[in-house]
């Protein structure tokens, strides 16, 4: 099974970016599908997630609105658009996949399978 992030770099604030998770060896829409990021000197963080039954999808607070996680089934891609980007969304951004459960979504341990990760910078 692999994880492959892209699409990172660095932007302005104000600026869009979108990421992909592409997926190999697992079908994405069978999983459920999150994105976490860690900042500099911060522990990873839970940023959004789609479900692996009914698609539904959970956001942190902090990027509810600006981002928009979906999955590309015939490409099995998930993907992370993400609007108005602040300097505090400057973080190594992770696609993760595992079998979360509603208590579970925003636990870094309850995905086992995650990307190497893609670098956002986000300059004020």
């Known amino acids: 099974v692999q994880l492959v992030e892209s699409g990172g770099g660095l932007v302005q604030a104000g600026d869009s970016l979108r990421l992909s998770c592409a997926g190999s060896g697992l079908t994405v829409r069978s999983y459920g599908i999150a994105w976490f990021r860690q900042g500099p000197g911060k522990e990873r963080e839970f940023v959004a997630v789609?479900?692996?039954?009914?698609?539904?999808?959970y956001y942190a607070d902090s990027v509810k609105g600006p981002f928009t996680i979906s999955r590309d089934n015939a490409k099995n891609t998930m993907l992370l658009q993400m609007e108005s980007l602040k300097s505090e969304d400057t973080a190594v951004y992770y696609c993760?996949?595992?079998?979360?459960?509603?208590?579970?979504?925003?636990?870094?341990?309850?995905?086992?399978?995650w990307g190497q990760g893609t670098q956002v910078t986000v300059s004020s």
């Open positions: 789609i479900r692996q039954s009914s698609s539904t999808t």
């Open positions: 993760a996949a595992g079998l979360p459960i509603i208590s579970t979504l925003r636990a870094v341990g309850t995905y086992n399978y």
